[in-house]
């Protein structure tokens, strides 16, 4: 019950929204930051957009980060991935040890109203980092390669991990259509309002 009061104070700033939409083809664009504002409004604090994106290895775009990351502000980045012709995003929680623990808890708890509402479709995972030396593409890949250590589970949690997925694939087709990125014209309004009567 608390988590959900806490989860229902986030919004996501509408510019955030339409910026996340027109980067999905831009290959100048590795990666987004996103910070809260009052408490309670997530928003675009910058956007990485180096021409070269396109020619770096997914290695170079991922370690570049952190220099770029405030000091003692946690932060959460969304990372493009190149995956299989197509865009996934990575979600990465920056929260670092020596942020406030009111900001660790906001943080911390807004991660889900930031995939939900730029859609769940778009992200491929989630990575959670405190320290500088979490945070470099080679402990990603360590952390991913422990998390799916499908040895270590039954064959029903294999199961089970394996209809989880399906059920969030067939979701996140819905929960990434909300969003309109552009103003609708005064006939297509007009002609919205026609047909809603009818």
Known sequence: FASSMVRSLFTLDPSLRTDFLEVQDDSTVGYLIVQIRNENELFLKAKDETLDNKFSKTEEK??????????????????????????????INWIPETSNVRNKMLYSSCKIELKEGLGLGYFSGEYYASDESEFSYKAFLESRDRSNDSDL??????????????????????????????????????????????
């Open 62 to 91: 991922f370690d570049r980060i952190l220099p770029l990351l405030p000091d003692n502000e946690p932060c959460l980045i969304l990372f493009k991935e190149d995956v299989e012709e197509s865009v996934k995003w990575l979600l």
């Open 153 to 198: 589970l039954t064959e029903s949690e294999v199961i089970k991990q394996k209809l989880d997925r399906m059920a969030l694939n067939v979701s996140s087709k819905s929960s990434a259509m909300g969003v309109i990125p552009f103003k609708p014209s005064d006939k297509l309004e007009s002609g919205l309002m026609k047909f809603s009567r009818n």
